[in-house]
C-alpha cells in the first residue's frame, strides 16, 4: 500500500499561474523527492530535499519540508503549458539509520496548465 | 547518454501465460529497482537489487512473481501464470547508489516501463 498522499489530486490553471502541490507522509524519511510523469518521457526526478533541510530551489520548482507535520509541498511558479504532467511526491524511509533508496510514492497529482 | 531501457514496450498476455520484463540499467549503476504502477495510481515497489544480489523483496505481491539480476547489469520480471490483476505498468529504475547507507541520497533513473495487459 501507497504511504503518500497528495492534494490536491487534481489541479487545473492558466499559463503564467502559479501551482501548488502537496504531500503527506506516514514515517520517518531520509529524504523527499518530487517526480514528473507524462506519458511521453515517463517518470522524470525534478528535485530531492534531505530531511535536514526546510527548502530548496531549482530554477522555477521551489520544494518545501516539514518533518514534524510529516508533509512536502512542490510550487511551480510561471506555469506552461509543457509543465502538464502528473506529479508525485517519493519518499526514502529511514530503517534504522540506513537507506539504500527504496521509494514510496504518493497518489499524485495530475496538474493541466492551459496555453 | 543511454538511459535505462525496458522491452517489450507493451505486452499483451491471456490469462495464466508467463511473461518475462527486461529492464537495461545504465551502465555501471549498482542498484536496481522494479516497481508496479496501477492505472491512475503511483508506483508501488517491488523489489530492489545491489549488483546481482536481490537485498529486498518485500513488495513482490505473490510467489508467481520473480526477479533476477545474475551478473548485476540487466534484470529481468518474470510473472508466472499471470492473472488480470497483474495489468499494469512496471517500471525500472536504476541508480549509481554504492550501498546500503547512501541510496537515499541518489537519485533514480526511470525506464519508460512496461504495460501488461492480462485479458
Known amino acids: 500500500s501507497q504511504q503518500g498522499e497528495e492534494d490536491p489530486q487534481a489541479l487545473s490553471i492558466q499559463e503564467g499561474e502559479n501551482a501548488t502541490m502537496n504531500c503527506s507522509y506516514k514515517?520517518?524519511?531520509?529524504?523527499l523527492q518530487w517526480y514528473r510523469q507524462n506519458s511521453g518521457r515517463g517518470l522524470v526526478h525534478l528535485i530531492l530535499i534531505r530531511s535536514n533541510e526546510r527548502e530548496k530551489h531549482s530554477g522555477r520548482l521551489r520544494v518545501t519540508l516539514d518533518t514534524s507535520k510529516k508533509s512536502s509541498s512542490l510550487l511551480i511558479t510561471a506555469s506552461r503549458a509543457a509543465d502538464t504532467a502528473s506529479y508525485f511526491c517519493a519518499s526514502t524511509p529511514r530503517f534504522g539509520g540506513t537507506s539504500y533508496g527504496k521509494l514510496t510514492f504518493g497518489q499524485g497529482t495530475i496538474l493541466t496548465v492551459h496555453p | 547518454g543511454a538511459g535505462v531501457s525496458q522491452s517489450p514496450r507493451y505486452k499483451v498476455a491471456k490469462r495464466g501465460q508467463d511473461v518475462a520484463l527486461r529492464c537495461d540499467p545504465i551502465s555501471g549503476h549498482v542498484s536496481l529497482f522494479w516497481y508496479q504502477q496501477a492505472l491512475g495510481q503511483g508506483p508501488e515497489f517491488l523489489t530492489y537489487f545491489q549488483n546481482e544480489a536481490q537485498l529486498d523483496k518485500s513488495g513482490l505481491p505473490s510467489d508467481r512473481f520473480f526477479a533476477e539480476r545474475p551478473e548485476g547489469s540487466v534484470s529481468t520480471l518474470k510473472i508466472q501464470r499471470t492473472q488480470q490483476e497483474d495489468s499494469a505498468v512496471y517500471l525500472c529504475a536504476s541508480s549509481l547508489a554504492p550501498g546500503p547507507l547512501a541510496g537515499g541520497l541518489y537519485e533514480q533513473y526511470f525506464g519508460p516501463g512496461t504495460r501488461l495487459t492480462v485479458t
Open positions: 514515517t520517518s524519511i531520509n529524504n
